[in-house]
């Protein structure tokens, strides 16, 4: 049974369990647990959803071909820009999307044909029918093109005519739409809008080609309440399949004043500069304000660390984000850097918290982060509240041994077969591409 009727209780539990330092009843304990209690936990049917940035292939020299696809239900592809004149959906990137010439790729053969990333998607939905692809619109580059797309009805006709070509074409499962953020009520109506006419055209063409699954829509949504309230949740859910809730960014170098947790999932009331945001306070508002079912919530994680340089430990004051970091971005890491040579930092997991991080105390170089620990316990946490999974931002930057956070999230999960088996589509006979619309039958 799903518990979803159940969760805003469990919630409230696990919420007031999370603000005492030694619960009564011990739901979270010191071995790192979250206990459901008496209500027992969801099985089954999980998402774990990870975004893919499409300019991987290049400084990080990670390709779809190294996406762990057996622990993932959706593959998140972005991001696609919107033209900002017409309301269009544009790609970003079409050497990388659509030409890239993979090992294997004869990029020569005749006809109009696709390869790239593209085409690597679709050989791995081929090899994986649970895995399903999203092209996701947006992102924060991107996202000062929302506002005039949105504001017009013809522009969002555009929008959702252009992306459900891709859709057809590319042999996509869905759109994740990322506008971050609505600004306002009028903006709020004119997403709902955009979400009812996706919707509708999305499901026309999976009737017109006969789809093994519906086309399913991702909305890509703010943890910070104050963002989280100018959306319309009540009118968006019906047309959405999931919300990734971006729990992630709590607190770092440039927007934060102190030293703090980047994805915690309770507030800590001995140190509360630490935590400036808090996922529970943001389910809190989806569940109960916005009435969103709890299954219909992907909880989104960081595959990276942030750092706060020159601080006297978490919650303090520090001086900077550093000067390294991963591909040259200062104060940002991949998980899978961590821990870093040349440092001599203690790993600390907090589980009243709900967080992690790392400090080297001589050099006073904290990193903000998840560890294993803490992925194993937002795993349970998200099965207790009846969630619908965990997304990550962003997949190469995952380790890929027994330390992955995915691949332990999914164990905690149980396994493999825990996950949701919906099955992707591989008939797209409208395909302006020749070998997709063949569904790439030599390969
Ligand atoms: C947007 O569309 C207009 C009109 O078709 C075109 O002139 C312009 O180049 C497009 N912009 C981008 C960034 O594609
Ligand atoms: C690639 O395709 C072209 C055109 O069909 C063919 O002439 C060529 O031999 C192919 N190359 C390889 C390596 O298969
Ligand atoms: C639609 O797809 C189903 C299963 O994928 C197949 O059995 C059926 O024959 C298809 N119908 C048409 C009209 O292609
Ligand atoms: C950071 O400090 C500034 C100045 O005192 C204040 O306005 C701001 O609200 C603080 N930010 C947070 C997240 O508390
Ligand atoms: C931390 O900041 C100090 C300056 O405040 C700088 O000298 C030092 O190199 C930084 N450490 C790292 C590891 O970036
Ligand atoms: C695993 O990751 C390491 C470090 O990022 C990399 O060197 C190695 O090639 C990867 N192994 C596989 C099998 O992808």
Not at 74 to 82: C, G, S
Not at 206 to 234: C, G, H, M, R, V
Request: charged share 15%; with cysteine.
């Amino acid at each position: 049974m799903r518990l979803s009727s159940l969760s805003p209780f469990l919630l409230a539990a696990v919420g007031v369990l999370g603000r005492h330092e030694k619960p009564r009843h011990s739901h979270i304990d010191d071995k790192l647990g979250i206990s459901c209690g008496n209500l027992g936990k969801i099985h089954g049917g999980m998402k774990t959803v990870a975004y893919f940035g499409n300019w991987d292939i290049y400084a990080v020299n990670y390709f779809i071909t190294d996406v762990p696809a057996e622990s993932l239900t959706h593959l998140v592809y972005a991001f696609a820009n919107v033209n900002s004149t017409t309301g269009s959906v544009i790609l970003s990137d079409t050497w990388a999307d659509l030409q890239y010439a993979y090992p294997g790729d004869n990029t020569t053969a005749p006809g109009e044909n696709v390869y790239g990333n593209i085409k690597q998607m679709f050989l791995l939905k081929k090899k994986h029918r649970h895995l399903k692809t999203m092209l996701s619109i947006g992102g924060w580059s991107y996202r000062e093109n929302f506002a005039p797309m949105l504001a017009s009805p013809t522009k969002r006709q555009n929008f959702v005519n252009t992306a459900v070509q891709f859709v057809a074409d590319l042999g996509f499962d869905g759109i994740d739409i990322d506008y971050e953020y609505v600004a306002d009520h009028n903006q709020a109506a004119q997403m709902v809008d955009l979400l009812r006419r996706l919707r509708q055209s999305l499901d026309q063409l999976a009737e017109k080609i006969n789809a093994t699954s519906p086309f399913q829509i991702s909305y890509a949504s703010p943890s910070s309440n104050d963002q989280t309230a100018l959306l319309d949740l009540t009118r968006m859910t019906p047309y959405l399949d999931f919300y990734t809730l971006m729990a992630l960014d709590y607190m770092g170098p440039g927007f934060s004043n102190y030293s703090g947790y980047l994805s915690n999932l309770f507030p800590d009331v001995h140190n509360p500069r630490a935590t400036d945001y808090d996922t529970t306070s943001s389910l809190e508002f989806y569940l109960f304000n916005g009435q969103v079912p709890p299954n219909k919530i992907v909880l989104e994680n960081p595959l990276y660390g942030r750092v706060f340089n020159g601080t006297d430990g978490m919650g303090d004051k520090f001086a900077n984000g550093g000067t390294q970091g991963s591909l040259g971005t200062a104060g940002l890491w991949n998980y899978k850097a961590l821990p870093l040579p040349g440092f001599n930092a203690k790993v600390v997991n907090v589980p009243r918290v709900g967080g992690s991080y790392s400090y080297d105390a001589e050099q006073k170089y904290l990193i903000s982060y998840d560890t294993p620990e803490i992925a194993a316990l937002k795993a349970e946490y998200v099965q207790c509240l009846g969630l619908a999974g965990t997304a990550w931002w962003e997949v190469s930057m995952d380790r890929n041994d027994t330390l992955s956070l995915i691949s332990t999230t999914v164990s905690k999960f149980g396994g493999a077969g825990s996950l949701d088996q919906t099955l992707n589509n591989l008939n797209y006979p409208t395909s302006t591409y020749a070998n997709l619309k063949d569904g790439f039958s030599d390969n």
